[in-house]
DNA sequence: TTGAAAGCGCTAACAT
DNA sequence: ATGTTAGCGCTTTCAA
């Protein structure tokens, strides 16, 4: 039925060069046995796998080896993450090319299923993977110590919770308000709305946006008003997981500080740019244009932000960058041939910057 | 420095409850060998293996089993491609659903590396993967027959070339043009636009999707005028790989469209959604109000489309489906436990309909 | 009802 | 310079 052609082992290219088997592994797979083997052997034994079109049997490597040259990813099961969006896959990017370079594999762990702790801590349990990229964990995910516990080889992409055991790499989220801010007030804004989260569960970045709208007005000397900082206060209620949260965010909030009237913001920061688009859309819809009348911008600098019209303004994170520096740390920590290079035993904890883009849907202050 | 438990092996569980491997393997992983065993027996033995948190060694039983439950995930390295983009992360969502349920895993095949064609075999060469998905894939890609030798377990999904030993899930292209006039000419138009791709090498479903609208135009008796179809006549030139492609399109087609004065379209089809909403934000620039003064609707339901303002009409393409028909496909004709049950030889090709999701883009001719 | 042992394909220590 | 062999962890046949 299904045909796969049968592949040549060690003792095929034995067989045809006319040689034993450790001399072939030595020689077509770079193992460390016999190290002295002819240079006419050498070429015999390539020739002859060639020939059959060798290669190695992957899980035979890895049992001897004790290694697989596999990661893993992982993201939460929330209906809007998943490869498929640009958030995720921008990560994976920056995690595939790192594997490339080091002739490792991805395995999507668990992308969208239920029991995502057990699959996580089974895959490392089998020997499965050597390594896991674990991508929007919060403390809510109370197994994180449990699978730290399995395996030390893990790190995250944008946590802040507590486990402090966690290796991870971050955004700048501070710094990243901070400059939208900055980008706001140096146009002329002095009263800037902010759009906070609504969902039941809020992500600690998110929440740590809030705190950095909060503080940043308050040190910039910028209008400081409760009535500018959209959330669950106004829409009166929380988001569950499964609504289209973001957009509801958004919406809810433009509504919110067009019914301020003249006590209005000029411009307008959204937590993601998802909400951010979902505002600009809906004061559009109303009337309102954007830039001129009101601005607005977002975080993150998702793929959306150059497809819609007016092009939003927007936080780069470098997720391929922090997705390859998570996939390069895996791997030095995991790769034989590297191994003994690694690091000491410290907690990682890098730090990325984040970079106004400015587009069209901020502007000077008329 | 990586710490990784010691996991525990048969041998381990068979110490603590005084028996053979033999009879562990039997009782923890459903194998064949021992079929009579002691209720007692099983008992101490699941007991045993509980405790010490027992997992079979992945490598270990592909080994023996000749099989990885493993699936491979392959794009070609396009820039626009990847699992960032919503076209092929809805796709995996839908074969990561079939993997779960059979309990198979996913890899991802050189996601945008080099050296497609030889990542490929080579996961089947080294029995790293027993089936693999192959997402827009076309005759450029003179490497399937070769694949195909190696391994028939490959199936592609929206697939148009000449290979016809390749499996493939096909989206019905002719009926979704179809559908996408038939919406139009419903509410009154009869001087229909179509934008078609200027990229230096056509995708096959992209040239479909054009003879179908010149097709339908002529079989629905609707203006039928060579200016109406966008495509490298007016753009002049072709459009290099490297280039944000769709955009161009969609943005010269605009402005193509609007030069026909009087003889422009009242509404414009794209061959895909990117192209659409690059045409209508710039005829938005130029002050042409969508759907009042002129309509556009584009073909494959991205994400994009409820996401941009006015939301986009499209003829939506049950990607996540056609993941979850290729990969079940290829378990069932992989999976050691399934293999009999599966079909005969002949090639499959399934073809999955398309569906009209009206928006906001599209309206009655005024 | 249970155990012993061969063997999947590979690596590396050791023997020749 | 090359060959022999044990063993990685598992399944399964066969013997007890």
Redesign the pocket.
């Known amino acids: 039925m299904v045909r796969t052609r049968n ?1 040549p ?3 095929d290219v ?1 067989k045809l060069s ?6 072939v ?2 020689v ?2 770079n ?8 240079d ?2 050498r070429q015999r034994v390539n020739q002859a796998a060639q020939h059959l079109g ?4 992957f899980a ?2 890895t ?4 290694c697989s040259r596999t990661l893993g990813v992982y993201f939460p099961p929330v209906p809007w993450a998943g490869a498929g969006y640009g958030y995720e896959g921008a990560m994976i990017r920056g995690v595939e090319k790192a594997c490339r370079e080091f002739n490792y594999d991805l395995l999507l762990v668990n992308m969208a299923g239920d029991n995502d702790a057990q699959s996580c801590m089974d895959k490392f349990a089998e020997s499965r993977i050597d390594g896991l990229v674990l991508m929007n964990v919060d403390d809510q995910h109370d197994w994180l110590p449990r699978l730290l516990d399995i395996s030390s080889n893990v790190v995250a992409v944008d946590y802040s919770g507590r486990v402090d055991q966690l290796h991870a790499m971050l955004f700048d989220n501070r710094a990243a308000v901070r400059q939208a801010v900055e980008h706001l007030a140096a146009l002329g804004h002095r009263r800037i709305g902010f759009i906070s989260s609504c969902k039941a569960r809020v992500h600690q970045d998110t929440f740590e946006r809030k705190l950095a709208f909060i503080d940043t007005v308050k040190q910039m000397g910028l209008d400081d008003d409760d009535q500018l900082i959209f959330d669950t206060r106004f829409l009166g209620r929380v988001i569950e997981p499964d609504e289209e949260c973001c957009m509801v965010e958004g919406q809810q909030a433009a509504d919110h500080f067009l019914s301020l009237g003249d006590q209005r913001p000029t411009a307008i920061l959204a937590y993601n740019d998802l909400s951010a688009v979902a505002c600009m859309h809906r004061m559009m819809a109303q009337g309102v244009r954007v830039p001129n009348d009101i601005c607005i911008m977002g975080i993150d600098d998702a793929e959306l932000c150059q497809r819609v019209y007016p092009t939003l303004t927007s936080i780069s994170h470098p997720l391929p960058e922090m997705g390859y520096a998570a996939a390069s740390f895996l791997i030095k920590r995991s790769a ?1 041939e590297l191994r003994k290079t690694s690091q000491g035993n410290q907690v990682v904890r890098q730090i990325f910057a984040p970079t106004l883009i400015p587009r069209q849907s901020t502007a000077a202050l008329r």
Do not use: Q
């Open positions: 592949r082992t060690l003792k034995a006319n040689c034993s088997i450790a001399v592994s030595t077509v797979n193992a460390k046995g016999n190290t002295l083997v002819s006419e052997m060798y290669r190695a049997h035979s490597r049992l001897k080896e004790k034989p």
